[in-house]
């Protein structure tokens, strides 16, 4: 039983060594690996560059059946890859004969393009290929510019007032290394910019380091006011290059305050507080160079001037009064000048004096008025030591008639007064009083 039992376990010692021995048979790959891939690039399109990688070096060629120890065996290409430092420059890689990398069998033989991403700009990588004996090689890919280079991928023109035209220049360069054939200049959108000069047709041929100048014009509106952008877009054989346009349209947008005083009675002065203001909205300086009022019931002290007005800002222009001499709707303007190119230069003034209706039988002056029983005849009492004066008008003003009223009563006719609202005022010497009434017939 013991025999049996040693010689069980000797089987199994024996099987697991040649298990082992076995797997490290097959671990082990003849002949060595120190040469690194190989790497050959050609032009293979515009902005392109196609580079074959080749693992195919063995010494002897082809490997012997049974290779040696120290025979050059390549094991096949393991990776491909930008390299990390110096950092790829506007450059992209595309792997063309596969995505992955087997071992068994390994790729002796692979393609790769590097492209620029803007052609107009030149190119920059460093390529790194890796082979599954631990070799690296290295190669620089630099690619010109294939299309025209643009003097600036922006240009900005600012901020130009709504009215104003700006023009600026963009000068395209021919940098490529070989002459070249603009086909196409044009705008995106044409809207606020527009080209000047220097678009197509007829194609323009620009020889190595010719260059070539658009000029651009910016024409903004009150559209502008929040900005306006394109894009200068020149074509060739190989693809196109870009200048990116912005511009704002400057707006200088005044507002000026209107008031109403209200009803106020005759020669009564009221004075608005804070005076009236003016506010520029827009988005440029707004700035008034004259303030004018003309009006026998209203007074403005303005303030001085030049003045400016900030983007979204309000001033006092000054003080303004309303001391009405005359009975009803009293109107003016206040008109202002500046560079506004939007808005309302006006400010409308309005005020009212007051009256009182007759058949309201109010006391004006001290002097009773009324209407007859017969509905035609206006009776005045007057209380007072002094003749006073009466004087019927309509409401634009035309006088009627006049009265002298005695210190006693006087009686009036209406029969040969127009009919319609009718004014009727008594002064005596002290501030004047008006009354209405209305005339039916």
């Not at 309303?322 to 009975?327: N, S």
């Not at 005045?380 to 009223?405: C, M, Y």
Request: hydrophobic share 35%; net charge negative; proline share 7%.
């Amino acid at each position: 039983m013991k025999n049996r039992f040693h010689c069980c376990l000797a089987i199994v010692c024996v099987s697991a060594l040649s298990i082992a021995h076995a797997d490290e048979t097959q671990s082990i790959r003849p002949g060595i690996d120190t040469l690194p891939p190989q790497l050959t690039q050609s032009v293979t399109g515009c902005g392109v560059r196609t580079v074959e990688i080749t693992e195919t070096r063995n010494f002897p060629d082809p490997p012997a059946q049974q290779p040696g120890e120290r025979d050059q065996i390549d094991r096949g290409i393991a990776g491909i890859r930008f390299a990390t430092a110096p950092s790829p420059l506007n450059a992209r890689l595309v792997l063309v004969t596969d995505t992955e990398f087997p071992q068994d069998p390994a790729y002796t033989r692979f393609t790769v393009r590097v492209g620029a991403i803007d052609r107009s700009r030149e190119a920059r990588a460093v390529l790194e290929v890796r082979d599954f004996g631990s070799n690296v090689r290295t190669q620089e890919i630099v690619i010109p510019p294939s299309t025209p280079t643009m003097s600036t991928q922006l240009l900005s023109v600012g901020m130009i007032p709504v009215g104003n035209v700006e023009t600026k220049p963009v000068t395209v360069t021919n940098l490529t290394g070989t002459p070249t054939m603009i086909t196409g200049v044009r705008l995106a959108r044409a809207t606020a910019f527009s080209i000047l000069d220097g678009d197509t047709p007829p194609n323009i041929p620009l020889n190595v380091g010719e260059s070539h100048t658009v000029l651009v014009r910016y024409t903004p509106t009150l559209a502008s006011e929040g900005g306006d952008i394109d894009t200068v877009i020149v074509e060739t054989d190989c693809g196109r290059s870009t200048t990116a346009l912005n511009g704002v349209g400057g707006v200088m947008r005044i507002i000026v305050e209107d008031w109403n005083a209200g009803q106020r009675d005759r020669d009564d002065r009221i004075c608005k507080t804070g005076g009236l203001f003016v506010e520029n909205t827009g988005n440029s300086d707004l700035v008034i160079t004259s303030i004018d009022l003309t009006s026998a019931d209203f007074t403005l002290t303005p303030t001085s001037v030049p003045v400016t007005v900030a983007p979204n800002a309000r001033i006092s222009l000054g003080d303004v009064c309303f001391e009405a001499r005359a009975v009803g709707v009293a109107t003016a303007d206040v008109v202002v000048a500046s560079n506004a190119n939007d808005g309302d230069n006006r400010g409308a003034l309005s005020g009212e004096v007051a009256t009182t209706s007759v058949d309201d039988e109010a006391d004006m002056s001290g002097v009773d008025v009324r209407r007859d029983s017969d509905g035609e005849t206006f009776v005045f009492e007057n209380p007072t030591d002094n003749t006073l004066r009466i004087t019927i008008s309509d409401v634009v003003g035309r006088t009627i008639a006049t009265h002298s009223l005695p210190p006693s009563s006087l009686r009036v006719s209406s029969r040969s007064w127009p009919t319609g609202t009718i004014l009727i005022t008594i002064d005596g010497g002290r501030s004047p009083r008006t009354l209405t009434t209305t005339v039916s017939r």
